[in-house]
């Protein structure tokens, strides 16, 4: 794939051969597809393969910014600590306290 004349980079959305504003599953079965066929340990060619590789890249963060912006309509997933992390937090708020006690 060409780049653009105009910014120097090659449309990842063409590169990955899907229309703008494919879905995530889209691209990701896309993004499969062709770094299987073009993968150099497959036989492929690497340089076109890093191209894959980028464009997938350039998608997701192009997904990430409308994310982190809120604009998009896309809902931002918030991780819950394991239960590991929630049985640590007593005795963490012990030692905070030890550390940092009240000034009264």
């Known amino acids: 794939m ?9 449309d990842p959305w063409a590169v990955l051969g899907l229309r703008r504003g494919a879905s ?9 597809t062709l770094a299987a066929r073009h993968h150099p340990d497959a036989g492929g060619d690497a340089d076109r393969f890093r191209e ?8 997701a963060g192009l997904a990430g910014a409308r994310l982190r912006s ?4 896309h809902v931002a997933v918030v991780r819950r600590p394991n239960a590991a992390a929630r049985a ?6 012990r030692i905070d306290r030890r550390l940092h006690p009240r000034v009264r």
């Open 88 to 93: 640590l937090r007593p005795l963490r708020r």
């Open 52 to 59: 894959i590789v980028a464009a997938r890249d350039r998608i």
């Open 24 to 32: 995530s599953q889209e691209v990701a079965r896309a993004w499969r």
């Open 2 to 10: 060409r780049p653009d004349p105009r910014t120097g980079v090659a």
């Open 70 to 73: 809120g604009s998009g309509g």
